[in-house]
């Protein structure tokens, strides 16, 4: 049986985080506003002109289909908003069911993971550390380090993205630079949606 889709070939700049050829997307802290826990911080960047770039994606995007991976790279840039890290919107994936690798490639930081009923992990991101992302758990990467946090992800083509449930809700834990140390704490803006 003959396919349409034919095998590909990407090139990934380990030095730079960059895949190339794929489709990239900035993210800028009033693509994120309302998704840190600061928002007085936030308005305050953003009514002084600033929109500093928070993180961009690299992606290789296949079919939405089954039997389809689409990876590609993030790199998240070093920083805070208040006193909480960086870090990506973060999403579950739309088909509860679907998974997702990450892999290290620079920087330091920690993926926030997350059941729908609030149940949270916290994982070590960098440089050679793998990381499984199983059905049914939001995720969201932060950079807890000076230099920027590179990552490689691969999911299933077909799992789609839930960024709204966690706009709504946040995550249960928060990244916070307290007393010149990293420090996961509850999230006070947290609520499960019943």
Request: proline share 4%.
């Amino acid at each position: 049986m003959e396919t349409a889709l034919k095998p590909k070939h990407v090139s990934l700049d380990l030095g730079k985080g960059v895949l190339l050829p794929s489709t990239l997307t900035k993210r800028k802290l009033k693509d994120l506003d309302s998704f840190f826990a600061d928002t007085q911080a936030t308005e305050t960047i953003l009514n002084s002109g600033q929109d500093p770039i928070i993180y961009e994606v690299y992606e290789c995007l296949q079919p939405q289909e089954l039997g389809h991976l689409n990876f590609g790279t993030t790199i998240l840039y070093p920083g805070k908003i208040g006193d909480e890290f960086y870090m990506t919107k973060g999403h579950f994936h739309a088909k509860e069911a679907s998974s997702e690798v990450y892999l290290g490639l620079a920087g330091k930081g920690l993926i926030l993971l997350q059941s729908r009923t609030g149940i949270s992990e916290c994982l070590e991101m960098s440089q050679g550390e793998v990381i499984y992302v199983p059905p049914g758990w939001g995720h969201r990467t932060v950079n807890v380090g000076a230099e920027k946090l590179v990552f490689f992800f691969m999911y299933q083509a077909d799992a789609g993205h839930d960024y709204e449930s966690v706009q709504e809700q946040g995550f249960s834990k928060l990244v916070v630079e307290r007393r010149g140390r990293v420090e996961v704490v509850d999230n006070p803006r947290f609520a499960i949606k019943t």
